[in-house]
């Protein structure tokens, strides 16, 4: 009852949602990157790898929760002194936080993105980011099928991370065939050397690497019954998906998500879908979010209205909008904007 109270009395008072967000900056200086209703993790070590990936082992607080094989997390790090979000899979399994409370991300690093380029340069050893707690329905489903039934991976690029937490976590359980087919371009597939020690410990693994051309010169062949984990492009999922319909095989499968369509012409006006705590509300790119959401009664609040209070801010966690003061355009990952000076270009999935 008292903590409800508090919580309401700093909404009212310091627009915060919970009582012990108002006290950010001050646990911060004790507490490096601690933030209300997340996790602190502390970066172990930061390895540039092949094919411009980086591998970031992390170290949870305690009180966070192993994941399932195949889950994802929020990864949220303060870089260029913008703090921004995006989530990525967890690569080791269970049994390596069992041991040594540690998880580890295998992030693909995409030159034009504001997140992943900074990754290798501004984490640092012993420096703090923040994760959320696991999430995701992609998990490895126990196999109760006659020992000749196989289960099939089906990896692009980055998607082998799913693959991999889940191979390392149920092979020395598993009783049938699995076999996984990894595709990357040549010379930039991550794990070779552990995916070769598991192939060897256990006989009945196998697994393919394969560039993109060799995985279409060689189709794949599926049983009915088969269980089929799929992660990668969205061309290459919809393929197999179609396959294992075809096959009556199990489908499973990782999502991406798409770009959203960019509009950045204000002589153009275009219909926006806001989408703010689960309750749709309409907008367009001709005005910034707080003076549109208002004018519908949306739950937003208002502070001085020219971006300097900063108590309109909100979280978005898809779509892309246009600062109005510096001019720049986010990127359609989850970050914290302000409704004030937020003007959208494309739907927009916040939260506040």
């Known amino acids: 009852m008292l903590s409800t109270t508090l919580n309401k009395l700093s909404l009212w008072f310091s627009h915060h949602s919970a009582f012990s967000g108002y006290f950010e900056p ?9 933030r209300q209703g997340l996790y602190r993790a502390q970066v172990l070590n930061v390895t540039k790898a092949i094919g411009d990936f980086v591998h970031i082992t992390l170290q949870p607080q305690h009180q966070w929760k192993a994941h399932k094989a195949g889950q994802h997390i929020e990864l949220t790090a303060e870089l260029n002194g913008r703090l921004l979000t995006r989530i990525f899979t967890i690569a080791s399994s269970p049994q390596q936080y069992a041991k040594d409370k540690t998880i580890t991300l295998v992030i693909k690093t995409n ?13 640092t050893i012993n420096s703090w980011v923040n994760i959320s707690a696991a999430q995701g329905e992609f998990v490895f489903q126990p196999a109760n099928k006659p020992l000749e039934t196989p289960t099939v991976m089906i990896a692009g690029g980055s998607g082998i991370t799913p693959m991999m937490s889940m191979l390392s976590e149920h092979l020395s359980t598993a009783n049938n065939p699995m076999y996984l087919r990894y595709i990357a371009p040549l010379n930039e597939h991550q794990f070779v050397e552990p995916l070769a020690l598991l192939a060897k410990e256990y006989p009945y693994f196998t697994f393919d690497l394969m560039t993109r051309s060799e995985h279409e010169s060689q189709p794949l062949t599926l049983l009915a019954k088969s269980d089929v984990y799929c992660c990668g492009p969205q061309g290459l999922m919809f393929d197999i998906e179609a396959l294992s319909k075809d096959t009556g095989a199990n489908f499973y499968q ?13 002589a153009t006006k275009i219909d926006i879908t806001v989408t703010l705590n689960g309750n749709a509300f309409t907008a367009s790119n001709q005005q910034n979010l707080l003076i549109q959401l208002e004018s519908q009664n949306a739950p937003v609040i208002r502070g001085c209205g020219i971006g300097v209070c900063h108590q309109c801010h909100c979280t978005k966690k898809s779509g892309l909008v246009k600062n109005l003061l510096t001019g720049d355009v986010s990127d359609s990952g989850e970050q914290i904007i302000q409704l004030c000076i937020s003007k959208p270009l494309s739907d927009l999935e ?3």
């Open 254 to 266: 990782e999502h991406f998500s798409l770009a959203p369509i960019v509009n950045d012409d204000s």
């Open 26 to 34: 001050v646990i911060q200086r004790v507490k490096p990157a601690w």
């Open 350 to 352: 916040m939260s506040i």
């Open 111 to 123: 030159e034009l993105g504001r997140f992943t380029p900074q990754l290798a340069d501004e984490l």
